[in-house]
């Protein structure tokens, strides 16, 4: 059973950063595709940015593309979520998950049903 559990996140003014970690237990965390969703009141949840098995490959949402940076550490079994340049508009709730299947991707996915597991969601607020 795949676990992750998420931290940091909270209120920022414009301009401001602030970086999520999401922390994976159980199962192989180098095997699995990593991505960040976010969620704003009244609105479905959306795919933020992504990162492949091994790192080297990333994906962003065009909002958010330059401002945010995905990293992630196999080793300590962790993915990141730099924010740079916050704007009142990426106020959402944040939710890290994992794709754990092994499937082969040509793209990385960016579909919420296409990850099988997720953190419990973590608040950011920006503030103008």
């Known amino acids: 059973q795949v676990q992750l559990v998420q931290s940091g996140g909270g209120l920022v003014q414009a301009g401001g950063s602030l970086r999520l970690s999401c922390a994976a237990s159980g199962g192989t965390f180098s095997t699995y595709i990593m991505g960040w969703f976010r969620q704003a009141p009244g609105k479905e949840r959306g795919f933020v940015a992504g990162i492949m098995r091994s790192g080297v490959i990333t994906k962003y949402a065009e909002s958010v593309k330059g401002r945010f940076t995905i990293s992630r550490d196999n080793a300590g079994k962790t993915v990141y979520l730099q924010m740079n340049s916050l704007k009142p508009e990426d106020t959402a709730v944040y939710y890290c998950?994992?794709?754990?299947?092994?499937?082969?991707?040509?793209?990385?996915?960016?579909?919420?049903?296409?990850?099988?597991?997720w953190g419990q969601g973590t608040q950011v607020t920006v503030s103008s």
């Open positions: 998950a994992a794709e754990t299947s092994g499937t082969y991707y040509s793209m990385l996915p960016v579909i919420p049903h296409e990850y099988d597991y």
